[in-house]
């Protein structure tokens, strides 16, 4: 049967290929097609700019670039992973046959297609008919999500898969990413095995393991994850979210190892980059970490992608080497990043950190006792969260180590722990960023002691038949500490005990006004995770209208790592 290429006609498509002459060819092919607006360009880091600033009907781009470090297919991680790809948006990628199998993958995740050298141009467009009949058919879900009525979302994507109507396995993965993100755990671990067990698919035992680990069941999630890393040793979002379930666990030597993993299947993906070369740092090998943050910069500054705290992380090394030209350039990067998001107060506060090491590094004494001073007093405030705390426990560390007094500093180090220790992980965490100050590692250790051990004088009082007494030592203990342990275990016993407790409402708003304010529901560790990151490893690309529950910044965020 012929092709139509009338529904092209107003498209605006985007050609990326490093090859001048099959370049050429493919706009030739589009034109021949009926598109309306054909943009083209060598290399992939003009298409990286071209696709943040604008949007195409579609993208035809090259897997392997000549003379780049990244490919196509890293191009098109980075772009579902940060929501940069709207939905209508279809991504064909050409490639040879010998890389059929990854390049499957990749655009699978993403809902779009692939084709192979050499293709005609019926068959490309053909290839992105198909794509555009099925984002079509599943349009209906995709604009309740844009309308963020993800409930009705959810359903439609329910209904579709129990039918086996059109694309019913595309509308269970977008269904159970819909529950998994808005915390409707078990709904979606029931739809990921339901699909395992109709056509067992990667991504649905993922799925299961991502739900799993949601749920707070690290220890059942990397026991999911094994089995489907032995079935699909090149499956790389498995080793993203079985890194992240070792890291909830405190197994950081492990979540390295897994990075690790994760980074050689994909040399070049600048989120992977990130999170190996932070989990490095922090496990205590700085020279491989430093390495990576170093090359994740290199590919990755001006992106979208780019995580500001690697700068700081390097600032932090360049001092600890006296390189000054070193940590005058990341003071200068991140002042760059700065001017290009004004609005956003995350880069300007850490260009403040690295500026106070600049002030250490000059023997600005007065200075830097000032700057830290000020942080210690921010450390109540709704808005200083987890990174914040790590960041300022390396700095107290840094001038402890140059014999630079601060007085306030074992008050400010318990403060921090008392706050910020919800979790092993996120004790251990902490405590990485004291290297050097054993003694400052060890009250931090010791804050979530003491967490645990009022954690579980409360509950005692529940067990004991007085949980409206349970209620109120964990308000008060959180009052004090701000922990978001102990207002969510606040949270918990009303829930469970809401017959039994009079007052339950008076009760349930303040520690609701206590979850709000404090976003107590964000306690799962996370590492290299920003609030605009979209997609979660093993997910889907939503819509760019989604915006996922609990934004956080890097360090505290609930996401996948």
Same mark, same amino acid.
């Given at each position: 049967?012929?092709?139509?290429?009338?529904?092209?006609?107003?498209?605006?498509?985007?050609?990326?290929?490093?090859?001048?002459?099959?370049?050429?060819?493919? *706009?030739?092919?589009?034109?021949?097609?009926?598109?309306?607006? *054909?943009?083209?360009?060598?290399?992939?880091?003009?298409?990286?700019?071209?696709?943040?600033?604008?949007?195409?009907?579609?993208?035809?781009?090259?897997?392997?670039? @000549?003379?780049?470090?990244?490919?196509?297919?890293?191009?098109?991680?980075?772009?579902?992973?940060?929501?940069?790809?709207?939905?209508?948006?279809?991504?064909?990628?050409?490639?040879?046959?010998?890389?059929?199998?990854?390049?499957?993958?990749?655009?699978?995740?993403?809902?779009?297609?692939?084709?192979?050298?050499?293709?005609?141009?019926?068959?490309?467009?053909?290839?992105?008919?198909?794509?555009?009949?099925?984002?079509?058919?599943?349009?209906?879900?995709?604009?309740?999500?844009?309308? @963020?009525?993800?409930?009705?979302?959810?359903?439609?994507?329910?209904?579709?898969?129990?039918?086996?109507?059109?694309?019913?396995?595309?509308?269970?993965?977008?269904?159970?990413?819909? =529950? /998994? &993100?808005? $915390?409707?755990?078990?709904?979606?671990?029931?739809?990921?095995?339901?699909?395992?067990?109709?056509?067992?698919?990667?991504?649905?035992?993922?799925?299961?393991?991502?739900?799993? %680990?949601?749920?707070?069941?690290?220890?059942?999630?990397?026991?999911?994850?094994?089995?489907? !890393?032995?079935?699909?040793?090149?499956?790389?979002?498995?080793?993203?979210?079985?890194?992240?379930? +070792?890291?909830?666990?405190?197994?950081?030597?492990?979540?390295?190892?897994?990075?690790? =993993?994760?980074?050689?299947?994909?040399?070049?993906?600048?989120?992977? /980059?990130?999170?190996?070369?932070? =989990?490095?740092?922090?496990?205590?090998?700085?020279?491989?970490?430093? #390495?990576?943050?170093?090359?994740?910069?290199?590919?990755?500054?001006?992106?979208?992608?780019?995580?500001?705290?690697?700068?700081?992380?390097?600032?932090?090394?360049?001092?600890?080497?006296?390189?000054?030209?070193?940590?005058?350039?990341?003071?200068?990067?991140?002042?760059?990043?700065?001017?290009?998001?004004?609005?956003?107060?995350?880069?300007?506060?850490?260009?403040?950190?690295?500026?106070?090491?600049?002030?250490?590094?000059?023997?600005?004494?007065?200075?830097?006792?000032?700057?830290?001073?000020?942080?210690?007093?921010?450390?109540?405030?709704?808005?200083?969260?987890?990174?914040?705390?790590?960041?300022?426990?390396?700095?107290?560390?840094?001038?402890?180590? &140059?014999?630079?007094?601060?007085? @306030?500093?074992?008050?400010?180090?318990?403060?921090?722990?008392?706050?910020?220790?919800?979790?092993?992980?996120?004790?251990?965490? /902490?405590?990485?960023?004291?290297?050097?100050?054993?003694?400052?590692?060890? &009250?931090?250790?010791?804050?979530?002691?003491? !967490?645990?051990?009022?954690?579980?004088?409360?509950?005692?009082?529940?067990?004991?038949?007085?949980? &409206?007494?349970?209620? #109120?030592?964990? %308000?008060?203990?959180?009052?004090?500490?701000?922990?978001?342990?102990? !207002?969510?275990?606040?949270?918990?016993?009303? +829930?469970?005990?809401?017959?039994?407790?009079?007052?339950?409402?008076? %009760?349930?708003?303040?520690?609701?006004?206590?979850?709000?304010?404090?976003?107590?529901?964000?306690?799962?560790?996370?590492?290299?995770?920003?609030?605009?990151?979209?997609?979660?490893?093993?997910?889907?690309?939503?819509? $760019?209208?989604?915006?996922?529950?609990?934004?956080?910044?890097?360090?505290?965020? *609930?996401?996948?790592?």
């Amino acid at each position: 049967m012929p092709v139509t290429y009338s529904d092209l006609q107003d498209a605006r498509a985007l050609v990326v290929d490093s090859n001048p002459l099959s370049r050429s060819i493919l *706009v030739s092919q589009l034109r021949e097609c009926g598109v309306g607006t *054909v943009v083209q360009c060598p290399r992939l880091a003009d298409a990286r700019r071209k696709l943040e600033m604008g949007s195409y009907d579609v993208v035809i781009c090259d897997q392997y670039f @000549e003379r780049e470090e990244i490919t196509g297919q890293d191009l098109l991680d980075d772009l579902r992973r940060n929501q940069l790809l709207p939905y209508y948006t279809v991504f064909v990628m050409v490639t040879s046959e010998s890389s059929y199998s990854k390049v499957a993958e990749a655009a699978e995740s993403a809902l779009d297609a692939y084709i192979l050298k050499p293709h005609t141009a019926a068959g490309l467009v053909e290839r992105i008919r198909q794509a555009r009949v099925r984002k079509q058919a599943l349009k209906e879900i995709f604009t309740a999500i844009e309308r @963020e009525a993800f409930e009705h979302a959810a359903d439609l994507c329910r209904k579709r898969f129990e039918s086996r109507g059109p694309y019913w396995l595309y509308a269970a993965r977008i269904g159970a990413e819909l =529950m /998994l &993100r808005n $915390g409707h755990l078990s709904e979606a671990q029931k739809l990921y095995e339901a699909v395992v067990e109709a056509k067992t698919l990667p991504w649905a035992r993922l799925g299961v393991a991502r739900a799993q %680990l949601e749920a707070g069941y690290p220890q059942r999630a990397t026991t999911t994850l094994e089995g489907l !890393i032995e079935a699909e040793p090149g499956y790389s979002d498995a080793y993203d979210v079985m890194g992240r379930a +070792q890291f909830e666990l405190g197994n950081f030597q492990n979540a390295l190892a897994t990075f690790r =993993m994760s980074t050689q299947l994909t040399p070049s993906s600048v989120n992977r /980059l990130l999170k190996h070369g932070m =989990m490095a740092y922090y496990a205590g090998d700085r020279e491989e970490g430093v #390495e990576l943050l170093d090359r994740a910069t290199r590919l990755g500054l001006d992106s979208k992608f780019y995580d500001p705290q690697a700068l700081l992380l390097l600032a932090f090394e360049r001092l600890d080497n006296n390189d000054q030209r070193g940590l005058m350039r990341c003071v200068e990067q991140l002042e760059h990043l700065r001017d290009r998001s004004p609005d956003n107060p995350r880069p300007q506060r850490l260009l403040e950190m690295a500026q106070t090491l600049v002030s250490i590094q000059t023997y600005q004494t007065a200075r830097a006792l000032d700057d830290v001073r000020h942080w210690a007093r921010t450390i109540s405030q709704p808005e200083f969260d987890f990174e914040s705390a790590s960041n300022l426990l390396a700095l107290m560390t840094q001038l402890a180590r &140059r014999s630079i007094q601060l007085y @306030e500093v074992d008050a400010a180090v318990d403060t921090l722990g008392l706050r910020f220790c919800t979790s092993k992980a996120l004790t251990e965490l /902490l405590a990485c960023a004291a290297v050097g100050r054993s003694e400052f590692a060890d &009250r931090v250790r010791e804050a979530h002691a003491q !967490i645990l051990k009022l954690t579980e004088e409360a509950m005692t009082l529940s067990l004991q038949g007085d949980p &409206r007494g349970a209620v #109120e030592k964990l %308000l008060a203990d959180a009052t004090r500490t701000l922990n978001a342990k102990l !207002i969510e275990s606040a949270h918990l016993v009303l +829930q469970r005990y809401q017959d039994s407790i009079p007052d339950h409402a008076a %009760l349930l708003a303040r520690a609701q006004a206590m979850r709000e304010r404090y976003r107590s529901s964000d306690i799962h560790a996370g590492l290299g995770e920003q609030s605009h990151v979209g997609r979660a490893a093993g997910g889907v690309s939503l819509p $760019g209208g989604y915006k996922p529950p609990n934004p956080d910044g890097l360090l505290g965020k *609930v996401t996948a790592v």
